[in-house]
Every structure is written in structure tokens, then in C-alpha cells.
């Protein structure tokens, strides 16, 4: 692969959290040098004086689009989907399996780890790993998910996902009340699996039992979690107070805007994780589709199930960061590490991707501006996965 240096742009440095005038230098698909005048004689210059660099976006988060869904294996369009997902600036995802039917998670967990063992596809987002939200659920807090597709968490289960979902990262939401919760964790935990608080009715004593047993993230803050209430601040107040990671879904409906400033003023910023909890209608139109076991139909850019519950969201992350600078006032080079850093950290992968340094894969986006106002916001221009540019 031919050497390239990027020449002329505000490259954002995730340390110090600010934007530096700086070349880069990409050398066989990874970052080999970040400075001022950076000099190789046998490499292709690409000016973007002016611009900016932001590291490629990873949704830790999300069942799918373009009319696909990561469940649903046996009409899956791998290359349509994650050439989406790169179009729209979000360079690696997490594939996220909702409730179903045991045999067939296990089929869907195959199938997504046949995909990330071949060999990379030009213009396509990467898999990282699996995250599987669903199945061991509380059903009282089930939202989209069918109740007769949950179940209670075993270590027999554990076992036989943990190997078809291998290597890590891999990514396991759940209620931590259930009977064999705990127990679950901390098996978990040993194999190097990282776990969420998700559709969960637990109080905030479970929850810190959950906390110690080794759940790092509550899966989409306040979405499916138990009320904070001030006698009773239930999982969303341990989630609010405690060190670990919260996910937020920045789309303005599964979170009213006052609300994520909230957790965005109260939780330190290197803990908050935006996703899009996207479904298949993203980047797909209205219409209606299917997930969890449940029929959606998606109208004016909601998705709801029969019975009015929420069905993931039509978000796409890049949108989601200028959101979260709109709703809570964040600092735009903040809310990109919201979606690049943070879950690469959560993740265990950031010695790999998650910023512009060298030794790491070169994932990249270049827009135009660093500023979001209320009626303008940057504009995405090219996509860098690789090395390769794919927009």
C-alpha cells in the first residue's frame, strides 16, 4: 500500500482534547507519524489545508441499517450494510444482537464471526466484536424485546456463546437481578467479556452489587431502567453517580435534550459513550420491518412497536456528536471522543483504534469545521478506513 500523508490540517489530539495544526503520515493502512512538516519522499500528499481530522467513529451500539439487521443472518447484506455505516463516518461497530430465539443467536453469533475473520472489504466498516443485548432481560423491562424470547442467564449459556462469540471484544447487556445474574458477571468477567445494565428493574443496592461483580456501562441511559426517584434512586441514579460508562442515545426522542445534559454535566465526560441503538430502517426510509421478535413500523423517523415502545433508533453517530454539543453544550473535540476514545477504552481495543496516534489503525474522517451552532454544524467530507479512503 502506498504511503500517504494528509498535509495542512487541525488533527485532533485526544489527550489534551484539543485540535493541532499537524500532518499525518498513513503507511500500510496504519498511522505512522503525527507532526508539523512531516517529510516522505515516496508518499502520495493529500492537502486538506484547513480542515480537520477526527478519529473514525465506533458504534459500540447498534442492530444495524440499510435494511439489514445483524439477527437476521439468513438475508443479510454484509457488504451493503457496512459500506453504509462507512458512508456515514462510523468506522468500526460493535454488532449488536437483539432477543431471539436461542438457536438462532447462536447462528447470528457464527455468522458475524465468520465475516470479521475475512479478509477486509474495501469501503466497508470493520466488526470489531459482538455485543449481545437481549435474551437475559427483565421482563418488566422489556421494552422492544418479546417476552417469550428472554430468558434467565446460566453459566451452560455463558459457555457456549462465549465461544462462538470469541476473540473479544465481546460485549454482554442484562438485568443483573435475575436469578444466576451475578454469578453470570463474575464468570463472565473471567473469560474477559465486559458487561452492561440493561432493561433492568434493579435498585440501586443491586446495582452496586452488579458494579462490584464487574458491570462497567449501563446500556442506554434511562432507556429501559428503572426510575430515579429520590428514596429509591433505582439504576439510573448508581448509573448517574458511579464511575462507570452510561451509553447515550443522542437522537432527541429516547432522551429528552435537558436530560442528557444532565448526565453529561453529572458523569465525568470520559464516561460517557454516544450510540445509536440503530435498526434496520436506517438510511432505509419509513416503512415497516422487524426486531427483537417484534414487527416496527418506522413513520417520520420513529420506530415503534404495536404496543408504542420504542424500536431502536434511525440515528446516525456522526449526527449523534453534533447532537450531544447541541443538547449539553459539550466542546465539539469532546463529543468526538464521546464516540471514539470512550468505547474504544470500554472496549479494550484502544491500543488499536479510537484516536489519531501513531502505531493505530488509520481510521479517519475529515470535516470541514469544529464548530457546531444552532443552525450550522460540520459537514462530513471523507472517510479513511485502513488508509483506504472510502468517501
Given at each position: 500500500?502506498?504511503?500517504?500523508?494528509?498535509?495542512?490540517?487541525?488533527?485532533?489530539d485526544?489527550?489534551?482534547?484539543?485540535?493541532k495544526?499537524?500532518?499525518?503520515?498513513?503507511?500500510?493502512?496504519i498511522?505512522?507519524?503525527?507532526?508539523?512538516?512531516?517529510?516522505?519522499?515516496?508518499?502520495?500528499?493529500?492537502?486538506?489545508?484547513?480542515?480537520?481530522?477526527?478519529?473514525?467513529l465506533?458504534?459500540?451500539?447498534?442492530?444495524?441499517?440499510?435494511?439489514?439487521?445483524?439477527?437476521?443472518?439468513?438475508?443479510?447484506?454484509?457488504?451493503?450494510?457496512?459500506?453504509?455505516?462507512?458512508?456515514?463516518?462510523?468506522?468500526?461497530?460493535?454488532?449488536?444482537?437483539?432477543?431471539?430465539?436461542?438457536?438462532?443467536?447462536?447462528?447470528?453469533?457464527?455468522?458475524?464471526?465468520?465475516?470479521?475473520?475475512?479478509?477486509?472489504?474495501?469501503?466497508?466498516?470493520?466488526?470489531?466484536?459482538?455485543?449481545?443485548?437481549?435474551?437475559?432481560?427483565?421482563?418488566?423491562?422489556?421494552?422492544a424485546?418479546?417476552?417469550?424470547?428472554?430468558?434467565?442467564?446460566?453459566?451452560?449459556?455463558?459457555?457456549?456463546?462465549?465461544?462462538?462469540?470469541?476473540?473479544?471484544?465481546f460485549?454482554?447487556?442484562?438485568?443483573?437481578?435475575?436469578?444466576?445474574?451475578?454469578?453470570?458477571?463474575?464468570?463472565?468477567?473471567?473469560?474477559?467479556?465486559?458487561?452492561?445494565?440493561?432493561?433492568?428493574?434493579?435498585?440501586?443496592?443491586?446495582?452496586?452489587?452488579?458494579?462490584?461483580?464487574?458491570?462497567?456501562?449501563?446500556?442506554?441511559?434511562?432507556?429501559?431502567?428503572?426510575?430515579?426517584?429520590?428514596?429509591?434512586?433505582?439504576n439510573?441514579?448508581?448509573?448517574?453517580?458511579?464511575?462507570?460508562?452510561?451509553?447515550?442515545?443522542?437522537d432527541?426522542?429516547?432522551?429528552?435534550?435537558?436530560m442528557?445534559?444532565?448526565?453529561?454535566?453529572?458523569?465525568?465526560?470520559?464516561?460517557?459513550?454516544?450510540?445509536?441503538?440503530?435498526?434496520?430502517?436506517?438510511?432505509?426510509?419509513d416503512?415497516?420491518y422487524?426486531?427483537?421478535?417484534?414487527?416496527?413500523?418506522?413513520?417520520?423517523?420513529?420506530?415503534?412497536?404495536?404496543?408504542?415502545?420504542?424500536?431502536?433508533?434511525?440515528?446516525?453517530?456522526f449526527?449523534?456528536?453534533?447532537?450531544?454539543?447541541?443538547?449539553?453544550?459539550?466542546?465539539?473535540?469532546?463529543?468526538?471522543?464521546?464516540?471514539?476514545?470512550?468505547?474504544?477504552?470500554?472496549?479494550?481495543?484502544?491500543?488499536?483504534?479510537?484516536?489519531?496516534?501513531?502505531?493505530?489503525?488509520?481510521?479517519?474522517?475529515?470535516?470541514?469545521?469544529?464548530?457546531?451552532?444552532?443552525?450550522?454544524?460540520?459537514?462530513?467530507?471523507?472517510?479513511?478506513i485502513?488508509?483506504?479512503?472510502?468517501?
Open positions: 500500500m502506498k504511503n500517504t500523508v494528509l498535509t495542512g490540517a487541525f488533527v485532533l485526544s489527550e489534551t482534547r484539543t485540535f495544526r499537524n500532518d499525518v503520515l498513513i503507511s500500510d493502512g498511522i505512522e507519524k503525527v507532526a508539523t512538516d512531516v517529510n516522505s519522499s515516496d508518499a502520495e500528499i493529500i492537502d486538506v489545508k484547513g480542515k480537520y481530522i477526527i478519529p473514525g465506533i458504534d459500540m451500539h447498534t442492530h444495524g441499517r440499510a435494511g439489514c439487521d445483524f439477527n437476521r443472518t439468513e438475508r443479510m447484506d454484509y457488504n451493503k450494510m457496512l459500506s453504509s455505516y462507512a458512508y456515514a463516518g462510523t468506522t468500526s461497530v460493535m454488532a449488536t444482537l437483539a432477543s431471539d430465539e436461542y438457536d438462532s443467536l447462536i447462528t447470528s453469533l457464527k455468522s458475524i464471526n465468520s465475516i470479521r475473520s475475512a479478509p477486509p472489504v474495501h469501503g466497508n466498516s470493520r466488526i470489531l466484536g459482538i455485543h449481545l443485548e437481549g435474551r437475559y432481560l427483565n421482563p418488566l423491562k422489556r421494552g424485546h418479546g417476552e417469550s424470547l428472554l430468558a434467565l442467564p446460566t453459566q451452560k449459556e455463558l459457555c457456549e456463546i462465549s465461544d462462538c462469540a470469541m476473540p473479544l471484544p460485549h454482554i447487556s442484562l438485568a443483573p437481578e435475575l436469578e444466576g445474574g451475578l454469578d453470570f458477571i463474575r464468570r463472565g468477567r473471567e473469560l474477559g467479556i465486559t458487561f452492561g445494565i440493561a432493561h433492568s428493574d434493579a435498585t440501586a443496592e443491586k446495582t452496586k452489587e452488579a458494579l462490584d461483580a464487574g458491570i462497567s456501562s449501563f446500556t442506554h441511559l434511562y432507556n429501559a431502567m428503572r426510575p430515579l426517584h429520590h428514596r429509591e434512586p433505582g439510573t441514579g448508581v448509573a448517574l453517580i458511579s464511575d462507570a460508562y452510561a451509553e447515550v442515545i443522542c432527541g426522542l429516547h432522551i429528552h435534550p435537558d442528557v445534559k444532565l448526565a453529561y454535566l453529572t458523569k465525568d465526560k470520559s464516561k460517557i459513550i454516544l450510540i445509536t441503538d440503530s435498526m434496520e430502517a436506517t438510511d432505509n426510509g416503512g415497516d422487524y426486531l427483537a421478535g417484534m414487527f416496527v413500523t418506522v413513520r417520520d423517523g420513529r420506530a415503534l412497536t404495536s404496543d408504542g415502545a420504542i424500536a431502536g433508533s434511525l440515528l446516525s453517530l449526527d449523534g456528536v453534533t447532537n450531544l454539543c447541541r443538547f449539553a453544550g459539550a466542546d465539539y473535540a469532546d463529543a468526538v471522543l464521546c464516540a471514539s476514545k470512550n468505547p474504544a477504552e470500554l472496549l479494550g481495543v484502544y491500543d488499536r483504534i479510537g484516536s489519531i496516534d501513531a502505531g493505530k489503525a488509520a481510521d479517519l474522517l475529515i470535516i470541514d469545521s469544529a464548530e457546531v451552532t444552532e443552525n450550522s454544524a460540520p459537514v462530513l467530507e471523507k472517510v479513511c485502513g488508509g483506504i479512503f472510502v468517501r
